[in-house]
């Protein structure tokens, strides 16, 4: 190093995914010149995954856009903020007053939760657009949890988390932790943590249409056919009642419904589900009375059940499994967390506790979940003329024309707009279609505290990540635009502007870091606004520049539930109604379908990192994995170029022939897709890829929740060159005798 030089630290939890590593970024003449796992978080304990680098990548990146910039017939055109936040206010309250409140839409993505000042913010701003036409990639994700939470606990965000590092026995479906770093489940190196739990003679089994990356640190791995785990659940718990070995243990005295499940299960033997499953009678069986015997024993589900045609029962029968062996709420368990700002006991206002059903999507009638309505519905309401038809979306932090399905469709429907505006930093394949984009700064721009992931960590943590460059040259974070255009909604006559602008300045001196501070104080561990506790403030968490550990999750039924019982409700009156569409099923399997289902890789992260060429050199990822037996009838070859096609799109792409998918299934990775024109993403643009929602349907849903069916949408494959190629293996071997 130069003899000037100056180097620093700087201590921060990374925002990209779930597991909230702690990273350590040594700057050098502040520049970044190294990002590491940070060995003293108490949390991740040095853990980190690849993608960290693209902390850095996207700070640097040329593509990234700083200023509000207009869309006209010559291209993009630079605008000031304050004529941006004008003429958006300007739009949205015309379309409002043409045709109704509704007509203005809104669909928030994924980076949402991984930004303090969004999730603080933005309910403000969406609550004062008074529509119904709310949207989020919550319902092509984790709705089925929520809905579950509410139904069984009482509040959405009450959500069992397994717990990893005292559990013996360990039960996985549709989860790829090894790659996602794990969902739902916040606990940094997920592998490391699989591992250990059998290196302390416990078990973990694996159920995945896919031979995955988890699959090779597990015990065993079981192929099961995509959207069937529904029978799978019903049976283990068919065997657990058979066999009796239910045993609600100190759950008994607060847990009501338990002969309705007991009844509901019996018509589910292993014999009966095998067929549809693909999964051996005798290995239910086995893996039933292993799960309700072990000692302390968790189910799990995630991306694989969640979104499919069963994903609520399908929770919720993941909860019930829990609770019937007494695994609920106990060590080794699933447990709640009890977090520092605790989302369970906020205002209304900033995280309800949930709702269901209130109102229902104009088209086709799907129901509200806690304000919001189904993504699947976008596309349809802003394209069906009628009272309330959408004619202006706001789209914040995400990308739905890749991340919903028949992205094609809403590529239409955004064309279609009479104005939208875009909270993005990107013009990517969602963004290009608004008027006007207004990009918020970046995550080492701003300070962050994860009032989300907290709420899902496998111990009680926190930490303050502090901002690492100061924004220069005018910019805003995502909380200003909000706070900005939430104002200008609100200031409607003389008296409601004078209102909103004492409102915001108001909310503007308490920031996210004031509110997080307040939540902080009157948490768990806080002053409770008593002057003389030296209880958890902002301040000191500040201090704890790794952050603070409140140690492994304990037990907290009955007192944390929120049902108006205080009972546990086992079988909740919706998801009992929905087994009806679950016995149909079971009627009406079909041989020889090619059923296909997503897939992600390390180096990705849903639709929005691959501008990072760091992690996107090399090999294409997005290929379709397929089974030598489908190729062979296919007369297709590994490498070879196939189109795949379903009720609503086709994709042409190449094929990697492979075991380690099963028979009857094809996998291609979302996030995709970077072809379409008019894109400002020259790195994404050059490694482009095709998009799976272009072939997933949005007719295909979970019908309680409205979530999207991503696993298991019929295709065909079929070759559209005959590019003679070479497996990786006789590539190998030829090599190899060179
Ligand atoms: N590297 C990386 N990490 C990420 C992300 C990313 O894009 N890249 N995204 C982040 C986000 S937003 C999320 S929500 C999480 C998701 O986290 P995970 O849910 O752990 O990740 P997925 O890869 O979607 O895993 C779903 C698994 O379900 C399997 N599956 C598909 N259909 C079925 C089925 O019908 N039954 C069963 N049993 N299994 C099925 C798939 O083969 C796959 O292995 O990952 C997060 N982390
Ligand atoms: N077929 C299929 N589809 C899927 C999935 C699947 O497994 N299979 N997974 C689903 C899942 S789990 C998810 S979470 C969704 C994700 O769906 P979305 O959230 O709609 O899409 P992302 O790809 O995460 O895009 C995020 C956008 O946010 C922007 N962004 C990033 N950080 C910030 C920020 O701090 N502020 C603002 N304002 N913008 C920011 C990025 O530039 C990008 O445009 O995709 C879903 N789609
Ligand atoms: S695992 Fe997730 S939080 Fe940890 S470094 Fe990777 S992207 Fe960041
Ligand atoms: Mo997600």
């Not at 301040?539 to 520049?545: A, F, G, P």
């Not at 790794?546 to 007192?559: A, D, Q, T, V, Y």
């Not at 296909?596 to 849903?606: A, P, Q, Y």
């Amino acid at each position: 190093m130069e003899k000037n030089s100056k180097e620093h630290k700087h201590y921060r939890t990374c925002n990209l995914c779930e597991a909230m590593c702690g990273v350590e970024i040594t700057l050098t003449d502040n520049k970044i010149t190294s990002i590491r796992g940070d060995k003293d978080d108490p949390f991740s304990q040095g853990h980190i995954c690849p993608k960290a680098v693209a902390l850095q990548d996207l700070y640097n990146d040329k593509d990234r856009l700083k200023h509000p910039v207009r869309r006209t017939q010559n291209g993009w055109q630079r605008i000031g903020w304050d004529e941006a936040f004008d003429e958006v206010a300007k739009h949205l309250k015309s379309v409002q007053s043409h045709y109704g409140n509704s007509a203005v839409g809104v669909y928030i993505g994924n980076p949402t939760v991984h930004n303090y000042g969004s999730m603080l913010f933005g309910p403000l701003f969406f609550a004062s657009l008074h529509t119904r036409n709310r949207f989020s990639s919550t319902s092509v994700d984790q709705l089925t949890h929520h809905l579950v939470g509410y139904f069984m606990f009482g509040h959405q965000f009450l959500l069992p988390v397994p717990d990893l590092e005292r559990t013996e026995f360990m039960l996985i479906l549709g989860a790829n932790p090894a790659v996602s770093n794990g969902s739902m489940l916040t606990a940094p190196d997920m592998a490391g943590k699989l591992k250990a739990i059998r290196g302390r003679g416990g078990r973990v089994i694996l159920i995945d249409p896919r031979r995955t990356e988890t699959a090779r640190v597990v015990d065993e791995h079981i192929f099961i056919r995509p959207g069937t785990d529904v029978f799978l659940l019903l049976a283990f718990l068919h065997v657990i009642f058979a066999e009796n070995l239910a045993n609600l243990d100190r759950l008994a005295s607060f847990t009501d419904g338990l002969n309705t499940i007991k009844q509901l299960v019996k018509d589910f033997s292993p014999e009966k589900v095998t067929s549809i499953t693909g999964v051996a009678a005798t290995k239910i069986e086995e893996l039933a009375k292993a799960f309700a015997q072990a000692k302390a024993a968790v189910c799990y589900g995630r991306m694989g059940v969640s979104t499919q045609e069963f994903g609520a029962v399908c929770q919720w029968l993941i909860n019930v499994l829990n609770i019937v062996t007494g695994n609920l709420d106990r060590v080794g368990g699933a447990l709640f967390t009890l977090p520092a700002f605790d989302p369970v006991d906020a205002p209304e206002f900033l995280a309800p506790k949930g709702s269901y059903g209130r109102f229902y999507s104009r088209v086709r009638k799907l129901p509200e979940f806690a304000g919001e309505l189904p993504s699947v519905a976008m596309a349809e309401e802003i394209l069906t003329p009628g009272k309330n038809q959408i004619k202006a979306l706001v789209t914040s932090a995400g990308n739905p024309v890749l991340s919903t399905p028949n992205g094609q469709q809403l590529d239409k429907a955004f064309a279609s707009l009479e104005f939208m505006v875009s909270i993005d930093f990107y013009i990517n394949e969602t963004t290009r279609h608004a008027n006007i984009i207004l990009p918020p700064t970046s995550s080492l721009e701003h300070d962050n505290y994860d009032v989300g992931f907290n709420l899902l960590a496998i111990k009680n943590v926190a930490k303050y990540s502090p901002t690492l460059f100061e924004p220069t040259d005018d910019r805003r974070h995502d909380w200003q635009i909000f706070l900005e255009l939430q104002t200008r909604m609100e200031s409607k006559g003389l008296l409601s502007k004078t209102v909103a602008s004492i409102k915001k300045e108001v909310m503007n001196r308490l920031g996210p870091a004031g509110m997080l501070d307040l939540g902080l104080r009157v948490g768990p561990y806080g002053t409770k606004l008593n002057p003389l506790s030296n209880g958890l403030t902002l301040h000191k968490l500040k201090e704890s520049t790794h952050g603070i550990s409140f140690g492994h999750l304990e037990p907290s039924l009955p007192k944390r539930l929120r049902t108006a019982s205080k009972c546990i409700k086992l079988a909740p009156e919706v998801l009992v109604q929905d087994l009806a569409r679950v016995k149909e099923k079971l009627l009406s399997k079909k041989d020889d379908e090619l059923l296909l289902i997503g897939r992600r890789h390390l180096s990705s992260n849903n639709s929005w990192l691959h501008n990072s060429l760091r992690l996107v050199k090399g090999r294409s990822k997005c290929v379709l994995l397929i089974n030598p037996v489908d190729a062979l009838k296919r007369q297709v070859v590994d490498g070879q170029t196939v189109a795949v096609s379903s009720r609503v799109g086709r994709i042409e792409l190449s094929i990697e022939i492979s075991d380690e998918i099963m028979p009857g299934v094809v996998s291609i990775p979302h996030g995709w897709g970077h072809n379409r024109p008019n894109l400002q993403l020259s790195v994404a643009q050059e490694h482009a890829g095709v998009s799976l929602n272009d072939l997933t349907d949005e007719l295909a849903i979970d019908a309680v929740s409205g979530s999207a069916a991503f696993s298991g949408v019929l295709v065909e494959v079929k070759a559209v060159s005959h590019k003679v190629s070479y497996s990786r293996d006789l590539v190998e071997s030829l090599k190899a005798s060179d």
